[in-house]
């Protein structure tokens, strides 16, 4: 069964500064998507970036982006010029290519610093 | 676009009593999905949909929970009779097809007490 590992239960930064969420997962599927979510304290999920498998190429969503490994099965997610408003749950999620589940990280909670 | 819309927003109940979850998907999007987020096991997946169709409910207690959908806009997850342990927040998502993101709304938070 896949699963997705968050080993950082909690990260600080400082306003403006760029931080770094970790997360791994483990599967035997070649094809598939990975996902950050936000998750504020509204405790609406918010889609933060999306990557596919196949594509070498790491995702980039203005302030966001990551460094997909496939090889090492990571997937972390940087936030540069990081703002009060980025102060929220952060969830790492793995879809397989001919499934519908989501399959998610524990999360990380980033605390954004002034 | 409104999004994904759930209703109620927060729902307190006792033990016994019957609670009915509602939501209302994306339009257009063919997937629904119903989660459940508590502080000991995560997000977890309870049942989806495909078409209205119930395509995998492994993840629902099924002795007392329902999930229908009667048509491509609306769908309801029924908890009879509730539990203590069902309190948690309870979401709904929607996607456009297998490969797409899921959207999620703003979920229900319920307590039984």
């Known amino acids: 069964a896949q699963t997705v590992t968050q080993s950082q239960p909690e990260m600080s930064v400082q306003e403006a500064e760029t931080v770094t969420l970790s997360c791994t997962y483990d599967?035997?599927?070649?094809?598939?998507?990975l996902f950050w979510y936000k998750q504020p304290p509204s405790r609406q999920m918010i889609l933060v970036i999306r990557q596919e498998a196949y594509k070498q190429q790491n995702a980039t969503e203005n302030r966001f982006s990551v460094n997909f490994q496939k090889a090492a099965k990571s997937f972390s997610l940087k936030i540069s010029d990081s703002q009060l408003g980025d102060a929220a749950m952060y969830f790492c999620a793995y879809l397989m290519e001919y499934g519908n589940k989501l399959v998610f990280g524990a999360g990380t909670i980033l605390r954004v610093k002034s | 676009d409104a999004g994904v819309i759930q209703s109620p927003r927060h729902e307190v109940t006792e033990m016994g009593q019957e609670v009915t979850l509602r939501c209302k998907p994306i339009?257009?999007?063919?997937?629904l999905f119903w989660y459940r987020q508590t502080m000991m096991q995560g997000l977890e997946l309870l049942v989806y949909?495909?078409?209205?169709?119930?395509?995998?409910d492994s993840g629902m207690p099924k002795d007392r929970f329902s999930a229908k959908m009667p048509n491509a806009s609306f769908s309801t997850l029924k908890i009879q009779p509730s539990e203590p342990r069902d309190s948690a927040v309870y979401f709904c998502a929607s996607s456009l097809s297998v490969r797409y993101e899921q959207y999620f709304g703003p979920g229900t938070r319920l307590t039984v007490t």
């Open positions: 949909f495909n078409n209205k169709a119930v395509m995998d």
């Open positions: 599967t035997s599927e070649s094809d598939y998507y």
């Open positions: 339009s257009g999007h063919d997937y």
